[in-house]
Nanobody, 123 residues
Framework: VQLVESGGGLVQAGGSLRLSCAAS????????MGWYRQAPGTQRELVAE????????NYADSVKGRFTISRDNAKNTLYLQMNSLKPEDTAVYYC?????????????????WGSGTLVTVSS
């Protein structure tokens, strides 16, 4: 299973970006998916997560009202729409997914991470 993020880049404060994370491989089902970020010298933190059906979401207080997480289960793809970006949003953004697969009639699950995409917000 691979998670590949895209959509990062350089944007001015107040601007917008849309991140995507495509999952591929032997996938039976993807449960919770989420976006995390890590700025230099800090720990990785949860930005937003969404339940398997897409109806349940959770956001960090710092991004509430500005970021929107969504997913397309038909495409195994996760999105993060980021509006009103601030310099403090600058970080490497990572996609995480709880993926289940079938092997020898048994179901297995594991948490996977993408390699990250850099978001830089200039003031």
């Amino acid at each position: 299973v691979q998670l590949v993020e895209s959509g990062g880049g350089l944007v001015q404060a107040g601007g917008s970006l849309r991140l995507s994370c495509a999952a591929s491989g032997s996938i039976f089902k993807i449960n919770t998916m989420g976006w995390y970020r890590q700025a230099p010298g800090t720990q990785r933190e949860l930005v937003a997560e969404v339940s398997s059906g897409g109806g349940g979401t959770n956001y960090a207080d710092s991004v509430k009202g500005r970021f929107t997480i969504s997913r397309d289960n038909a495409k195994n793809t996760l999105y993060l729409q980021m509006n009103s970006l601030k310099p403090e949003d600058t970080a490497v953004y990572y996609c995480n997914a709880e993926v289940f697969w079938i092997s020898d009639y048994r179901k297995y699950g594991m948490s996977y991470w993408g390699s990250g995409t850099l978001v830089t917000v200039s003031s």
